[in-house]
C-alpha cells in the first residue's frame, strides 16, 4: 500500500481548505485531497456573495445583530462576533490574492443587500462570486510549491490510535491522517499528517432536490463522526426559497440576489403573498420564506412558485445577474425580464456538522474542520444569507495562525496495509446502488422543510434498516467512490434525523407540528 507523509493534510478544495492551505504553505508541505477534480466544490456555486462591514454607514453591531437574530438565539456570541470583526480583513486577503470583486460608478465595492441584512453589505462578483475565488484561490495553490493537489481521491476513514499498530498510551483520541482511495486506479492509499484539515464541504446530497453538487455527500461529517468526534446540530437543514423549477436538468441556485434587488414571489394565481408571512416579505429569513412557498404549494397543489423580476429595469437586470438570464434563456428559453420565473424550496445549506472552537479544532487532537462541514457557532438554528464564504474564511485563517504557533507533533506510529480482500458482487452492488436514491426520497418526504414525530420515527426506521445493508455490503467488499458516498450519506441521514428527534420545538429551519413553539429548554445545541 502506497504511503504519503505531509506537514498538513486537507481533505476539500473549496474556499475553506484552499484558505488554510494557503496560510500555511510557507512553514510546510501541503497535501489536498479532492473527490473529483480541484475545481469541483460548493464554493463554486455560490452565486451571492459574501457578507462584510465595508460600508461607512455599517457597523459591527448591525451585522453581528441580524446574525444572531436570524439565528433564532441559538448563535455563539463569542463565534458570531469573531466573524464579523475579522469578517472585512480577511476580504482584503482575498483582494490581494488577486479576487476581483464588482465595483460600482464611483469605483468602490459594490454592496448588495439579501434577506435578513438591514443594510448593503455584499460584496460579490456578479452573480458568480464562488465560481470567481475558487478559481483565484486554485492558481494560487497551484503556483504554490510546497502544496500538492491529488485529485480523484474520496477519503474513507481517518487513522487514529484505534487503526495503527503500536500500543500508545500518550497517542489517545488523535487523528494521523487518513485513508483514501484512489479513484482512478481503484488503490486504497494512506496519507499520514502531523494536522488534518476537514474541509469537505457540505451534505444536502442526501435530499432529493438540492441545490449542491453530486459530491456534497457528508464525507467530512460522516467520517469524523466514525471515528468518535463530536457532531452538533444537524437538524438545521436550509432549504434555499428559489432554487429553479426544472426537472429536466441539473439543479440551478436562483439567489436570493434577485429579491435583494427587488423581485416578488408570486403563487400560481399570480398573488404576491410574502406579505401573509411576515413585514419583511421577499426579504425575510431564508426559513421563513421557504415555509411560505411550502404553504402555498401544497395549499394550492402545485410545484413551484414564480419569482417575478419584470417590473424592474431590463437591462440592470442582464448586467447584475448575467448567469442567470443566460441559464434561464438557455435551458427553459425563459427571459427573466419578461416572463415569471418558476422556482421551488430545495435543501441547500447544512448550519451543523463537526464541533469546533474558535481556531478551528475538533474535539479530537490534530483533527481540525472549517467550513461547511462544522459546527463553529456562527449560524446557529439559520444562517444569515452570505455568512457562509466569510465563515471558511475566518475560521480557516485562525486555524492556520492556530497551528503554526504550536510545535509538531511527533509521534512513531506504524499504519498497517488497507484490507482490500473483498470481492464485489456486481450483481448486488446494483441493488444497493439504488438505496441512494430511497434515502433521499426519504429524508425529503419525512425530514424535510415541515417535520413531526411520526414522520421522523418513520424515518429512522428505514434509515436503521439501510444503515445495516449498507455496512454489512461494505465490510465484505472493496471500497469504491459510489459506495463510500453512499455509507456517507447513510451516515448524515442517521445523523439528521436523530437531532430532529432530540429536539422538540420548532426553532429556525427545524419545524415540528407536533412541537410548533420555541422552548427555552431546547436553547442548546445538540450534541452527538
Known amino acids: 500500500m502506497k504511503r504519503i507523509k505531509t506537514d498538513y493534510l486537507v481533505i476539500g478544495s473549496g474556499i475553506a481548505g484552499l484558505t488554510f492551505a494557503l496560510k500555511v504553505a510557507n512553514q510546510g508541505l501541503v497535501a489536498v485531497l479532492t473527490k473529483k477534480s480541484a475545481e469541483d466544490s460548493n464554493t463554486r456555486y455560490a452565486q451571492g456573495g459574501i457578507a462584510a462591514v465595508i460600508s461607512d454607514k455599517d457597523h459591527f453591531e448591525y451585522h453581528i445583530n441580524d446574525t444572531l437574530k436570524a439565528g433564532a438565539d441559538l ?34 465595492l459594490d454592496l448588495a443587500r439579501e434577506g435578513g441584512h438591514r443594510m448593503k453589505r455584499i460584496v460579490h462578483v456578479s452573480d458568480m462570486t464562488g465560481d470567481e475565488i475558487e478559481k483565484i484561490l486554485l492558481e494560487k495553490a497551484k503556483s504554490h510549491p510546497n502544496i500538492q493537489i491529488f485529485e480523484n481521491y474520496t477519503a474513507i476513514d481517518l487513522i487514529t490510535e484505534h487503526q495503527v499498530l503500536d500500543n500508545l498510551q500518550s497517542a489517545f483520541n488523535i487523528c494521523f491522517g487518513v485513508y483514501a482511495l484512489n479513484n482512478i486506479k481503484g488503490e486504497v492509499e494512506a496519507f499520514r499528517a502531523d494536522y488534518t484539515m476537514l474541509a469537505c464541504g457540505g451534505a444536502c446530497q442526501v435530499y432529493l432536490h438540492t441545490t449542491n453538487p453530486e459530491i456534497a455527500t457528508g464525507d467530512g461529517i460522516a467520517i469524523a463522526y466514525r471515528a468518535g468526534a463530536k457532531i452538533a446540530n444537524m437538524e438545521f437543514i436550509q432549504f434555499h426559497p428559489t432554487a429553479l423549477y426544472d426537472p429536466e436538468h441539473e439543479p440551478f441556485l436562483i439567489s436570493e440576489a434577485l429579491r435583494g434587488y427587488g423581485g416578488i414571489l408570486r403563487n400560481s394565481q399570480g398573488e404576491q403573498f410574502m406579505e401573509r408571512y411576515d413585514p419583511a416579505k421577499e426579504l425575510a429569513p431564508r426559513d421563513i ?102 465563515e471558511a474564511l475566518v475560521f480557516s485563517h485562525r486555524a492556520a495562525l492556530k497551528v503554526l504557533q504550536k510545535p509538531k507533533p511527533h509521534f512513531q506510529i506504524t499504519i498497517p496495509d488497507w484490507d482490500d480482500s ?107
Open 422 to 528: 473483498g470481492v464485489v458482487n456486481e450483481e448486488e452492488w446494483g441493488v444497493i446502488r439504488h438505496n441512494r436514491h430511497e434515502i433521499q426520497t426519504i429524508m425529503w418526504n419525512y425530514v424535510g422543510i415541515v417535520r413531526s414525530k411520526n414522520y421522523l420515527f418513520r424515518a429512522m426506521r428505514r434509515i436503521n434498516l439501510l444503515y445495516d445493508e449498507i455496512e454489512d455490503y461494505y465490510k465484505r467488499t472493496r471500497v469504491s467512490k459510489g459506495l463510500l458516498e453512499l455509507r456517507n450519506l447513510t451516515t448524515v441521514a442517521y445523523l439528521i434525523t436523530r437531532s430532529a428527534l432530540r429536539r422538540e420545538e420548532s426553532r429556525g429551519l427545524h419545524y415540528r407540528t407536533d412541537f410548533p413553539d420555541k422552548s427555552e429548554k431546547f436553547r442548546k445545541d445538540t450534541v452527538i
Open 289 to 390: 420564506v421557504a415555509r411560505a412557498i411550502d404553504s402555498e404549494m401544497k395549499k394550492n397543489g402545485e410545484k413551484c412558485v414564480f419569482l417575478d423580476m419584470t417590473g424592474l429595469p431590463a437591462a440592470e437586470v442582464k448586467k447584475r445577474f448575467p448567469t442567470i438570464y443566460a441559464h434561464c434563456k438557455k435551458t427553459l428559453n425563459l427571459d427573466i425580464t419578461k416572463e415569471l420565473i418558476p422556482v421551488v424550496p430545495a435543501a441547500h445549506y447544512l448550519c451543523g456538522g463537526i464541533m469546533t472552537n474558535l481556531s478551528g479544532q475538533t474535539s479530537m487532537h490534530n483533527l481540525l474542520a472549517s467550513g461547511e462541514n462544522t459546527h463553529t457557532g456562527v449560524h446557529g438554528a439559520n444562517r444569515l444569507a452570505s455568512n457562509s464564504l466569510l
Open 75 to 108: 448563535c455563539h456570541e463569542d463565534a458570531v462576533r469573531v466573524l464579523v470583526t475579522e469578517g472585512p480583513n480577511r476580504i482584503k486577503d482575498l483582494m490581494a490574492w488577486g479576487v476581483n470583486f464588482t465595483r460600482d460608478e464611483s469605483k468602490k
